[in-house]
Structure formats: C-alpha cells, structure tokens
C-alpha cells in the first residue's frame, strides 16, 4: 500500500496551493483569497492608465482616480462643473468621453475613427426636436442642439481617445457583450438597439449580431494593433465585466445568454493573454460573479455590483500589483493604526454607472422594473 | 425709494459708503438686517403673512433689538432689496467648446449654489420685489499677488445676469473695477481701516483689530453703493470719498486686541 508521501511525483504534487481549489478556494474566505492575479507588468501609481469598456469599466476609472493614480482623461470637463454634472454629462467615467464600448468590434471601430483617420457615419438620431449621436446615445441626457454640434462633440472624443492612447502606457478595457446592433448589410455598429434611447427602429435598417468567439476575438486582435501601431510599447489590461446582460434579442433565457456571451469573452481574453505577452487579464469577474462569492457582490438586482464588491476587486487590484512587504514594512504593519475615518461602505451605496444597456429592461415585463 | 439690505459682515462697508453718499440721494432710505457668516438658511419664508422670519434665536434677538417688533420683516414694504454675501468665484467657462445644454447646464448649477440664492429663493416666495446681489469682495493682500488673483472671472457674471434676470428678476453686481488690483484681488487700500458691525446692543461700527483683508473699508463701500444707486438712476454727483482711514497701521493690526 502506499501513503500519498509515497507517490511519485506528478505535474500537480508540483504545483502551488493555488492551483488546488480545495486549499485555494473552498477552504478560503473570498475576501482573504490570495495570489489570484500576478501581473505580467508593473503598474504602481505613477503609470499612465486610460479606461474603457463596459459600464463596469467606469468603477475602475473611478477608483483609480480617487486613489491617485494616472489616469489619464482625454477629455476634461471644466473646473466649474460639479462631480454629478460631469458625470450626467459623460465626463470623467472613461478616458474619453466615448460612452460605453460594450463589444470588441465597437472598440475597433472607435479606434479607426480615432487612429485610422476612417469616415464616420452621417447618422444622426432625432427625437423631440433634438440630435442624439447613434454611437454616444446618452452622452448628452437631452440631446444635441443640431447634428453639427453633435459631430463637433464626436470629433472631439475620437481626437481624445486618440490623445489618450498615444499618451498611456497601460490600456484597460472591461469587455461587456457579444450582442450588438450594426447598420443591415454594413459594418457600423451601434452601442445600443436604435429605437430604445433614441432613433427609430427599422428591421431593414438595423440587424441583430450575436457575435461568437471567432469574431470577438477578431475585432480584438485588429484593436490592439491599432493600439501598438499607434503606441509601441503600450500594455493593455484586460477584464471582462461581471455585470450580466440587462435583456437578450437572440430568443434564449437571458441568464443562459448571458453566461454564453460572458463565457465567450473570458475565453477571448484568455486567447489575447497566451497569444500577446504585452496583454494581461484582471480577473475582476471570477472575483465577484463566481461561486466563492455566493453572489453577496451584487446588489437585489443580482446584476449589479455592490460598493462592497468594487471596493473588494479594487483592493485585490491594489494588493496584487503593489510589491511584496518589506521588513520595515511587516514592522510598521504590527504598530497599531488609527481609527478607520470612514465606515465600510454599504452593500447598497455604489454610485450609479451611466449605462445605456439598462435601458433595455424597460422594454420588459412590468417595465422590467427591479422588484 | 426704500431698500432693504439683507448681509453677512460685509454689510458694514455699504451701510458706511451709503451714509456718505444719503445726502445726495434724500429720497433713499436703507434698512439692514445684518449678522455674521452664512445665515440666510436659517430665514423662513411666512408665505401667509409674506414675512421673512429668522428662525435661530440668537439672531431674532438681534433683529429685535436693532429692528423692533418680531424681528421679521416683508419684503413688499421696500421697492428693492439687496442681499450681500457668498461668492460667485467664476471657474471660468471657455463659450463654444462644449455642448450649448452642458454650458448652460454649467451656468445654471453655478446660480442654483450661490449662497445668496438661499435667501433670494425665500424672498420669491414671498414677493417679487428686484433683487440685487452683492457678493463678498475678492481679498487684498500685504505680500504682493495672490495665488489664483489674476485668473480672469471670465465673462461669468454676464452669463450669471443672463439666466438671474429672466428666472429671478435678479442681477448680480459685480466689484467696482477701480477696486481690483488683479481681476480677482482687491486693492490693499480698501482693506485698511475696515469695521465692523458689532452684535451688542447700543454698538456702533468698530475697527477690526487683526490683520483681515478679507472685509473692505467706507471708500470701498462708497464706490460700491454709488454704482449701485447711480444703476437705480439716482443722480448721484461726485462726492468726496475719505482716504483709507488707516487708523490702525499695520503693526497695531497684525495681533487681535484682547
């Protein structure tokens, strides 16, 4: 008979307590996990890190600004404007003030119009006597006063997020969907249904996209090197957001799209990380929407992510790339500290994403109201 | 044509400046109700009676005393009213580089947080007499420039005028520009000499007895209250405005006199 001490070595007697879900997850609290993420570049706070993606995207430009870090912001509000004025206006949640960029093939395009120098559409959605950008539908909350002031507006973002590429060293997107809305027959996509916040829903216009893992995974490609050929050298950090779908067009249940579509952008991310070693992936969505966190991240919505899950992905971002202690370090951690100045925050306090996918669940039933 | 003066401890200035100019303007009476710091939210609006209380007791009392009666008073027995105090630091706005809803937007959140607007909001509700608001001055300063001073107010209090006028029947007047030593700094002359209104019964203006160059003088409030009088077209002609009095050099102003 022989004791597990006896056996021979194998690939996992080789392996660390992480790699075992036993020792790294089930006997583990979720808040005291350890070594989930070893970046693949340095970040500490004096590297250039520009923002963009999914609404959830927003929470991480946020947090890296109140904490001190560079976040570069393309497009600056002015100084006059209050905190929720700049946010109601789009400024301040990304780099650039392009909205939400929920898919790869809408980060491309972005990055065309931005890098590439390509055509933007003429589109312009009317509604009430006011102009709303078919690709920033909730970037002004009561529309543009004409389609020139609209274009200006878009031309100023696509100069910035083009300003802000140059500028970073470190590009992070939170990838969101698989689903989008493109012009029938074309390549122009829409962030969200035309016909919903804006615009006029045309079946023979407009064409629903799922889009698999070839063509997510395509569209990123093409985006990071647009990315690299406009700024050698520069890191890209990817994450995919644990936010769920607000409503699906395919037909399917919508958790079974939604787990779909999240399935396919994590395997992208993967893909993008083996294939690049300029490319590295937070794992901020195994963090809150995995079973260790028995879904005490999100708020009663079970979509949303609480402020105690922001605060635990940012404080495991901030553990991870920070080094490891040194002995005046270990010794000023055994002093013991001042009161805490604030209170954890509450499950229920995160501050609200623009997020214009949330529309969406009016279109359900009862107004697809949250009960 | 009687104004009612409703101000923080920049009131004196004005009351003071107003009493070297009331004998070229006799058919002008000024009432003040005056305290110190930000204490416009503590008047209620009286929509019944149209009244203005005073809701903390302290300054009832004062108002009482100084005032008579309950210590309110209504709007509609003046023809105008000015309310003195708060800032309109203008961060400056650059017209035409943002969306025409995101600037408008931007001016009336300024408006909507002015400290005056507390009180302006109360007097609405209660009458529809003009009101002008007269804000803190910039400060002087002993040692050269300050930070900040020569950042231009932009064209801020026109686009302030703009939305207050139509919205409000309300304007905002600016410093007098002989005033300013830089767009956002006052003269040190007019910081010098200086009072105070004291909260004790049968006190009159005193002398500020530290160093503040927060508070301006007679003179400041002179040429104040003459533009604002001359707006309201009372012929005021020239008047002899005092030197900065002075009377407390800077030696004697830099300790406070216990």
Redesign the interface.
Known sequence: MTTPNMTPPNPYSQQPATAFWRSAVADTHILDIQNIWQPRFTIDKSTRISTFGSCFAQHFGRELRSRGFAWVNGEM??????AA?RK??GYDLFSARTGNIYTTSLLRQWLRWALEDAPQPGEAWQMGGRVYDPFRPAI??????SVA?MRK?RDVAVAALAHVVRRSEVFTFTLGLTECWRRAGGEVEYPICPGTTAGVFSAEKYAHVQQGFDEVWRNLRRAITLLRRARPGLKILLSVSPVPMTATATGAHVLVASTAAKSILRAVADAATKRFDFVDYFPGYELVSQPPSRGMFYSANMRSVNAVGVDFVMQTFLKSITPAPSVADEYIDTLPGPEPKHALPQAEEVEDLACEEEILAAFGPEGGRDV | MKILVIGNSHTPALLRGFALLAPQCPDVSLTAYAHYHRFFGQFEPDEAAGRIRMKHPAIRRRFIKTHGGDGSFRPLDYDMCIIIGGYWL?????LG??????ER??ID??IE?MHPMVLLRKIRAVSDIPVLIVCNPFMASRAGMLADAQAEPNNGAALINAVLGPRYDARLVTQPPETLLYPRQTKLEYAIGENMWGTWKGCDFKPYLYDDMMHMNTTYGALLMRRILRDLGQDIGEVALPAAEGHLPYAQKTMPAL
């Open positions: 509000a002015p100084n006059a404007a209050s004025l109601k206006f002004e909350p009561d529309g543009f006063e002031e507006s | 203008w961060a400056g706005l650059a580089r943002f969306s025409e809803a995101f937007a931007i959140e300024h947080t």
